[in-house]
């Protein structure tokens, strides 16, 4: 990968063997954009590429510059109400009420690798061979601020990440009301719009809308990244599809509230932004004192929305994830919460564990009420020691017990959270986040604590190490479960309200980072009432997350294919759960709730007990399969083959990095009577091997399997006698070995 900066043309071009990145000083000293797409040869001079016209109507820099209207040149970072009408990636607003800025070009740095970004999380690189990294400097002359855009180009990767930050050198207090991560002004507006959207239980849902001159966003203001949406959208030319066209996906590393926002303009041009949302925001910089952006992932793809997935999936497992279980295959579990709720003692919790144990289970996690008073969600939270009603020998007593089993031991914790009917409330009611005179809402019974205080995470951090360091605890699982209302911090002054929202997410990072680094060895898997923090930020510190409080097999599927546009396998928790199901009271067959649930970390979420022994001997097999083979479908090349969002069949598969092995999955909803013939075309394959069918007696060259297709005829409609009867919530696991 190479990063020049070629002087005399004023041209900065970033490029690797997939992409290429190129900017230009703009007359008018500002940050212009050229292009960013496939590859393309350097040159020195790219000056042609430099779009502008005189238009009619159009305001101008200068006489002398009559061509330079800001509203038609693409930019870096742009700001609106000089010449230019869209909205802008920055707004500060001055001490005389001013709003305006001027960012001149002032000098650029190249340095080998990617520096680390202070309190946030990011992408990284292990060694400095790995990554090159820009960062351009610009200054308002007035104010004295100070712009750093930083670009990361990596090798062999087809991503940029971008951040910005911020130093003011001037002598006035200054005010972000907006510092986007990202601002991209592409040359048309040919594309589609792909977003990820749903709600409770219905996460990532997969919803495309056509670019229109005008603005289309989604964003949230909710606290977290939301289950509303996902802080991750596709940009993808109309004849994309998952195997060929090009496709660009911008993603934001962060948790709390973000904009991610298209605006096509008088000429078709497409400003995309991408950042903290701007309604919630409003950062006090002080003389001397600094900011930085979350970070921005552009990743490009000229062949499919497939590989711009693989290209995320590679570097959010490999460069974002971090720590003793980035590369681990994760231990199968198994959590009460859907087995007991609040209603167990230790007995039953043991009882469940230990028939878990025998059906080959390796880790068991104590979910929701285990502490203080919690015998439903009206108390306790906050209160993070153990109910010795409950658990007489505390969290130290049942580790042991559980370790005793050969299992190891996993906690739930919901550390931001607290119940009115809790000592730590009692305590501390000021420690809650609230408006003063005004009512405070609730949700789910409780308050949000004020993570933006030091002393508040302190105090957690405390209680949660504490724990940590006398018990047994391989696993945590980091719930979180009501978005933030009447957001104010009694801990800061007016002028700094505007700063609570991201203030809260870093202290969220800020315990993360300090449990992360003294416990390095617990596996965290983040949750907020399913995935409503379901975002590359939290990945940084728990390598998994819980996907979705619904565990019914037929909507994890559009679910988990939603989810996968973004994210690896590896981070998806899927669980397999009774029938019938608890939040649909659908039944489907325990095969296909395995079928469904090996496409992620892989667990269970009930009380083995309660099954036939046939059953219990059916969960031996999934186990003892996904034992066998979760390496390769958590690591693996992920294709999506057919999507839910289309039709009554769903189909992925996993590709081993050697192309040796590979597991397709097939989905059904409805069965269909007389059902015509049906085949999938497999990817991913190599074309020159012969696979083998496992559990049949059929082998197939790899070509075969991706241009003719893997036949997959139900076994009603006259062919495929050799299979069990298809049925409604029917499915199938293919396992190729080479
Ligand atoms: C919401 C989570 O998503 C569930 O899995 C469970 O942990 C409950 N919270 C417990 O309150």
């Not at 701007?278 to 930085?292: A, I, R, S, V």
Request: charged share 25%; aromatic share 12%; net charge negative.
């Amino acid at each position: 990968m190479h990063i020049v900066f070629h002087k005399n043309t004023k041209i900065f071009h970033l490029y690797n063997h997939e992409i290429s990145y190129i900017m230009t000083i703009l007359p008018n000293g500002h940050l212009g954009q050229l292009y960013f797409g496939k590859a393309i040869r350097d040159r020195e001079d790219f000056s042609h590429l430099l779009e502008e016209s005189f238009r009619t109507t159009s305001s101008y820099f200068s006489e002398e510059l009559s061509t330079m209207s800001l509203e038609h040149l693409k930019q870096e970072y742009p700001v609106y109400g000089t010449t230019d009408y869209r909205e802008p990636a920055l707004e500060v607003i001055q001490a005389d009420g001013s709003r305006l800025s001027d960012l001149q070009y002032d000098s650029y740095q190249i340095t080998p690798g990617k520096p680390k970004l202070s309190g946030l999380p990011a992408t990284y690189t292990e060694h400095d061979e790995e990554a090159m990294t820009l960062i351009v400097t610009l200054k308002d002359p007035v104010t004295g601020l100070k712009i750093s855009l930083s670009y990361t180009i990596f090798k062999g990767r087809s991503v940029i990440a971008r951040s910005v930050h911020f130093i003011n050198e001037g002598t006035e207090t200054l005010h972000l009301g907006r510092a986007m991560s990202l601002s991209m002004d592409l040359p048309d507006c040919n594309y589609e719009w792909l977003q990820f959207s749903g709600v409770w239980a219905r996460e990532r849902h997969l919803k495309t809308r056509n670019l229109e001159p005008g603005i289309l966003s989604v964003g949230s203001l909710r606290g977290s990244s939301s289950h509303e949406h996902n802080p991750f959208v596709i940009l993808k030319r109309p004849n994309t599809d998952e195997t060929q066209g090009e496709a660009i996906g911008f993603s934001l590393i962060y948790s709390g509230n973000f904009l991610a926002q298209a605006e096509v303009d008088n000429q078709n041009v497409t400003r995309i932004l991408m950042g903290i949302h701007p309604d919630t925001f409003d950062w006090k910089l002080l003389p001397g004192t600094e900011f930085q952006t979350p970070e921005a992932v552009m990743a490009y793809s000229g062949s499919g929305l497939n590989r711009l997935s693989q290209t995320l999936h590679s570097l959010y497992q490999k460069r974002l994830a971090r720590g003793y279980w980035r590369d681990r295959p994760r231990p199968i579990l198994i959590n009460n919460w859907e087995a007991t709720y609040f209603d167990f003692n230790e007995d039953r919790l043991v009882d469940i564990a230990g028939k878990a144990k025998e059906c080959g289970v390796e880790l068991f996690v104590l979910d929701d009420g285990w502490f203080g008073a919690r015998r439903s969600d009206y108390a306790g939270l906050g209160d993070w020691t153990a109910n010795r009603d409950l658990l007489p020998g505390g969290i130290a007593g049942i580790a042991e017990r559980i370790e005793a089993l050969g299992m190891k031991f996993g906690l739930w914790f919901e550390p931001e959270m607290v119940n009115e009917d809790s000592d730590l409330y009692r305590a501390h009611p000021d420690w809650i986040l609230r408006t003063p005179r005004r009512r405070a809402s609730l949700g789910r019974h409780q308050y949000v604590l004020d993570f933006s205080r030091r002393e508040v995470v302190d105090c957690i951090h405390a209680m949660m190490a504490k724990l940590l360091r006398e018990a047994k605890i391989s696993y945590i699982k980091w719930d979180m479960n009501r978005y933030i209302t009447e957001c104010y911090s009694a801990a800061l002054p007016a002028d700094q309200q505007g700063e609570v929202f991201h203030r809260y997410i870093l202290g969220v990072y800020d315990l993360y980072d300090r449990l992360t680094s003294e416990f390095p060895h617990v596996l965290f898997e983040s949750c907020a009432s399913g995935g409503a923090r379901f975002d590359p930020g939290l990945l940084y510190y728990a390598p998994q997350g819980w996907t979705s409080d619904d565990t019914d097999a037929i909507e994890r599927q559009k679910i988990q294919y939603g989810t996968s546009y973004c994210y690896p396998v590896s981070c998806m928790g899927s669980h397999v759960s009774a029938v019938p199901n608890h939040q649909l009271n659908r039944n489907t067959p325990l095969y296909t709730r395995a079928n469904v649930a090996y496409f992620g970390t892989f667990g269970y979420e009930l009380d083995l007990n309660k099954l036939t022994v046939e059953e219990q001997e059916e969960v031996k097999r999934q186990i003892a399969f996904m034992k066998e083979y979760r390496e390769l479908i958590q690591f693996g090349t992920f294709y999506r083959l057919l999507s839910p969002f289309e039709g009554n069949i769903t189909s992925w598969m996993v590709v081993s990095p050697d192309k040796k092995t590979a597991i397709a999955g097939w989905y059904k909803i409805l069965n269909q009577v007389n059902a015509p013939f049906s085949r999938i075309r497999l990817q991913g394959l190599d074309p020159e091997l012969c696979y083998h069918l496992e559990g049949s007696n059929q082998s197939f060259y790899g070509d075969e399997l991706m241009n003719v297709g893997l036949f997959t005829s139900d076994a009603m409609c006259g062919k495929s006698g050799d299979r069990r009867p298809s049925c409604d919530f029917d499915s199938r696991l293919y396992v190729f070995k080479a």
